[in-house]
């Protein structure tokens, strides 16, 4: 399975667009990218996924390069209700025995 | 609703004394798994479930007993807890893969503290 590598902690203000960048230097062919969001106190939830070029959804955006070896996520506009830990998840699209989220991306967004 | 559904949300229990903590989905899943989280460490996978009657570990079972009679339900079992598991814990489901592009869906946490 592909390791992942992200920022520990990443700090905005309201308004501001916010990317984290995820590291995934061994992706196999198979592999998809997919994020995860969670919020104080829950579980994680989905928020997009992609295979390769852009993927735009209501809350996101993520960007993936030509060479996939690192995927962008993208959140316009950020509110303090973005204040959450994200995750990026890089396994294969066909069933495996693992599934390895790694350790996300803490934001925090300032009034 | 959809959803995972854990109890208790809360526990606070003492060394030594057998606990279980009960997940529930209402989504007819195939797939039900457990992680623990930990500062600093993220997201850890304990013991999954590809069906009834068929579990296997994750990355970090120690310590850890599962059980999958029915397909909507996945206790997770710990027979003789310990400090080092005070952990939050997640149950999650997917409908039919564990893979990127099956949903994990998780359950609101259960927030364990073995004293």
């Known amino acids: 399975l592909a390791k992942t590598t992200q920022p520990i902690s990443m700090d905005s203000y309201e308004g501001q667009e916010v990317n984290i960048t995820c590291s995934h230097n061994?992706?196999?062919?198979?592999?998809?990218i997919t994020w995860y969001q969670q919020f104080p106190s829950q579980g994680p939830r989905f928020i997009i996924q992609?295979?390769?070029t852009k993927v735009t959804n209501e809350v996101a955006s993520l960007f993936i390069p030509a060479d996939r070896k690192s995927s962008t996520l993208s959140l316009p506009r950020v509110s303090l209700s973005d204040t959450a830990v994200y995750y990026c998840?890089?396994?294969?699209?066909?069933?495996?025995?693992?599934?390895?989220f790694g350790t996300g991306t803490r934001l925090q967004v300032f009034p | 609703e959809a959803q995972v559904t854990q109890n208790p949300r809360y526990l606070i229990t003492v060394t030594g004394k057998k606990l279980t903590v009960t997940c529930s989905q209402n989504?007819?899943?195939?797939?039900m798994s457990w992680y623990r989280q930990d500062p600093g460490l993220g997201l850890r996978q304990i013991y999954y479930?590809?069906?009834?009657?068929?579990?296997d570990k994750g990355d970090v079972p120690e310590g850890y007993k599962v059980s999958r009679k029915e397909k909507r339900n996945f206790p997770l079992i710990l027979e003789s807890p310990s400090p080092n598991q005070t952990s939050l814990y997640f149950c999650?489901?997917?409908?039919?893969?564990?893979?990127?592009?099956?949903?994990?869906?998780f359950g609101p946490g259960t927030r364990l503290t073995v004293l």
């Open positions: 999650a489901s997917s409908s039919e893969t564990q893979s990127s592009t099956d949903t994990q869906y």
């Open positions: 061994n992706i196999a062919t198979n592999d998809y």
């Open positions: 992609g295979y390769k």
């Open positions: 998840l890089v396994a294969p699209s066909y069933n495996t025995d693992k599934l390895i």
């Open positions: 989504m007819n899943h195939e797939y």
């Open positions: 479930s590809m069906n009834v009657e068929v579990t």
